[in-house]
């Protein structure tokens, strides 16, 4: 490809879609933690003995499933910040 496409590519298409997929992958993870926040509490409120004995393992779950996505839309805001992606 050459850089005059590349420069007309970048500021019409790639940098839009980066903003599409931090987007996405912030409101994955939001939900993600939410619904798990909510399914949770139910289990403690209708389902006390089984909360008692998985309570920790469900929280670790929620929790250790909603870091990947979290940090996937960290490091996709980073990228629209120029200090961060000329540092690498």
């Known amino acids: ?8 590519f970048e500021p019409e298409i790639h940098v839009p879609l ?7 992958f912030t409101i994955l993870a ?5 619904v798990g926040v909510s399914m949770q509490w139910s289990l403690r409120k209708y389902f006390k003995d089984f909360y008692k004995e998985f309570g920790c393992q469900l929280w670790s779950a929620t929790v250790l499933m909603t870091v990947p996505l979290m940090f996937r839309a960290v490091l996709d805001a980073l990228a629209h910040d ?7």
Do not use: G, T
């Open 18 to 24: 980066l903003r599409l997929v931090w987007i996405e």
């Open 30 to 34: 939001l939900l993600f933690f939410a």
């Open 1 to 8: 490809m050459s850089r005059a496409h590349y420069d007309q």
């Open 82 to 88: 120029e200090a961060w992606m000329s540092f690498w």
